[in-house]
């Protein structure tokens, strides 16, 4: 019986993780567009949609430069 589930190998987890960077982006964008015509239009504004986008992308590029630095933290040596 063919498995339905696998574990994926690390080029297949590099393709879904730049789709879903992408992804974000898209809607982070659209949603960025949306409320800045909404906002020319009714003249309301900052819209809840608008607070979550800016969250989402606070959350998303805090973790990833705290995520960085740490992967790429140099340790040094004690130099006698």
Do not use: H, W
Request: glycine share 6%.
């Amino acid at each position: 019986m063919k498995k339905i589930l696998r574990k994926a190998d690390e080029m297949e987890m590099a393709i879904n993780l730049k789709a879903a960077r992408y992804a974000f982006g898209f809607l982070e964008i659209a949603l960025m567009i949306y409320c800045i015509v909404q906002r020319i239009a009714t003249g309301v504004f900052p819209s809840p949609v608008f607070i979550f986008g800016v969250l989402g992308m606070v959350i998303y590029y805090g973790i990833k430069l705290y995520e960085t630095r740490r992967m790429t933290e140099v340790v040094e040596e004690d130099e006698e």
